[in-house]
């Protein structure tokens, strides 16, 4: 490990209530499967950058309740620092989540409690840590104004700064420009470009629109096509790697981040870096769950030497 990576993100805990159709308003249902995890895409990416051997630290907020106990064993366990407050005058965040037992379909209720109230003092409050990353991660699950104030101080520092635009949102004007890496999907990158993505090509077009509002790299992950990598020369496709028969892919986009990140604060180049990541997501993916599906450092090497 050769730097710190810091990120900022938001912790839920998971509620997922699996029945043959929703419940009308006023009636109740028997369902058929119940299962409650951690969640939240920057806790989630804080798990599997320190699972793939990163030293990790985690900047939200938490409220005073058994989610957040969740929480913390979930980072203990896998070897995040946690860079919390703990608020009793609100609730850690939960997602409940709804999935059609025929389709798989969902439908999701998600109240961030607390780290809905993030904002840049808590970036501030932290600036010692944040002088000293290598890498800085965020998303837009917390407010914008905190991502935004946490990627100017990450680019102050001189960390590599990664925004994963997700979910998808209106960005300021300057944002971009703070980004040696963005990190959209395929939807997310249709939703900031106006491009639609279904592969390479038109991932591409997509790539050279975020480069022109000022982005230093974009890294657009396509699922099973793996990620496409644009950092301004040639654009290049980097296949996903196969490691298994295909169990969830909920939390593949985490893996691949978290996985990235490490990489990068490993002194990786960055194409290699997004190389690590592809890695990382084709685990996960065999795996159910989303914080309990990153692989270790071992696994990930291991499935590159094979490939």
């Known amino acids: 490990m050769k730097g710190r990576i810091v990120i900022l993100g938001v912790f839920v805990a998971d509620a997922s209530f699996r029945a043959d159709r929703p419940p009308r308003m006023g009636e109740t249902l028997l369902g058929r499967e119940f299962r409650l995890g951690p969640g939240g895409k920057g806790s989630n990416q804080a798990v599997a950058a320190a699972r793939a051997g990163g030293e990790v630290h985690f900047i939200t907020r938490l409220g005073c309740d058994p989610f957040a106990e969740m929480a913390l064993r979930t980072w203990q366990e896998a070897g995040v620092q946690p860079a919390v407050t703990r608020h009793e005058d609100s609730f850690t965040g939960a997602a409940s989540i709804f999935?059609?037992?025929?389709?798989?379909?969902?439908?999701?209720?998600?109240?961030?409690?607390?780290?809905?109230?993030?904002?840049?003092?808590?970036?501030?409050?932290?600036?010692?840590?944040?002088?000293?990353?290598?890498?800085?991660?965020?998303?837009?699950?917390?407010?914008m104004a905190a991502a935004l104030r946490g990627l100017e101080m990450a680019r102050e520092a001189g960390a590599a700064t990664i925004l994963n635009p997700a979910p998808a949102a209106d960005l300021p004007g300057e944002m971009l420009t703070l980004c040696d890496f963005v990190t959209p999907n395929e939807s997310e990158a249709e939703a900031l470009t106006g491009i639609a993505v279904d592969g390479p090509q038109g991932a591409t077009r997509a790539a050279e629109a975020l480069l022109a509002r000022g982005a230093g790299t974009a890294v657009i992950t396509l699922g099973e096509q793996g990620a496409l990598f644009h950092d301004g020369t040639a654009p290049v496709h980097v296949p996903a790697f196969h490691a298994g028969a295909v169990v969830e892919t909920t939390g593949a986009g985490d893996a691949f981040n978290g996985g990235m990140a490490a990489a990068l604060a490993r002194g990786m180049a960055p194409l290699e870096a997004v190389r690590f990541g592809c890695a990382t997501a084709a685990i996960s993916v065999t795996r159910p769950g989303t914080a309990p599906s990153m692989p270790a450092l071992a696994e990930i090497e291991a499935l590159l030497r094979q490939t």
Do not use: S
């Open 99 to 143: 999935i059609e037992e025929a389709t798989g379909d969902n439908a999701i209720i998600i109240c961030p409690g607390a780290a809905a109230t993030i904002g840049p003092e808590d970036l501030e409050a932290h600036a010692d840590l944040m002088r000293g990353a290598a890498v800085f991660m965020t998303q837009l699950e917390q407010p």
